[in-house]
């Protein structure tokens, strides 16, 4: 006849640390880079909903905003030393703080759509400076800059607008058309916003 011991505490402890270690483990396995990371990070479905939705325009519309939101940061830049008014100095501040995040995320896209990052055709974008617009910009200073620089960016600003809207006609990707609404949005308050700067000055 079997005889059974009597589990000591210490024994149901241990017994009960193997069990809960046993389920930590399972718990861990199910964080699965294909399910998600499991600590808030993004999940590939939401990487696969940009490179799987796209058409022409959401390409031509990623390819030409990029260079066109680089030579406004490069506008941008210039004010530094330059910029005399506060009003001008918060529209350089907002092109700053908006723009270069859209560029990471457009190159991201066309990352993931297999695209290249420059559409590689010569194609003219409505709204860039020329090589003398920037000179201009550079070699001017205090009010001249600031009047320079409002006339300049409204064109700018313009060029991206019309281009947005194209891509919200025309473009299939939501994450696209949603950038492309942002951009009509904050860049028409900013020509406004510019107009009356140039009214004052």
Same mark, same amino acid.
């Given at each position: ?10 024994? !149901? ?5 193997? #069990?809960?270690?046993?389920?930590? !483990? ?26 799987? %939705?796209?058409?022409? #325009? ?28 506060? %009003? ?18 457009? $190159?991201?896209? !066309? $990352? ?33 800059? %600031?009047?320079?620089?409002?006339? !300049? ?20 990707? #939501?994450?696209?058309?949603?950038? #492309? ?21």
């Amino acid at each position: 006849m079997r005889t059974f011991r009597k589990r000591t505490p210490r024994a !149901l402890a241990l017994t009960g640390a193997v #069990a809960a270690a046993a389920l930590l !483990l399972a718990a861990c396995g199910e964080d699965d880079p294909v399910k998600g990371t499991g600590h808030g990070g993004a999940t590939p479905s939401a990487t696969v909903s940009v490179a799987g %939705d796209f058409n022409d #325009a959401d390409v031509m519309f990623a390819q030409m905003m990029i260079p066109h939101h680089e030579q406004a940061l490069e506008m941008a830049k210039l004010a530094d030393g330059r910029a005399e008014n506060a %009003d001008v100095k918060r529209i350089v501040a907002a092109v700053e703080k908006a723009q270069d995040p859209e560029i990471q995320k457009m $190159k991201a896209w !066309l $990352k993931g759509w297999g695209k290249p990052e420059s559409a590689g055709m010569g194609h003219s974008m409505a709204g860039m400076m020329s090589e003398q617009d920037m000179k201009d910009l550079a070699a001017a200073k205090g009010e001249d800059f %600031d009047r320079t620089f409002a006339e !300049l960016m409204i064109a700018h600003h313009e060029g991206a607008v019309e281009m947005a809207r194209t891509e919200q006609k025309d473009g299939g990707n #939501a994450e696209a058309k949603a950038l #492309a609404g942002e951009v009509v949005r904050a860049q028409t308050a900013e020509i406004a916003e510019l107009r009356k700067i140039l009214d004052r000055l």
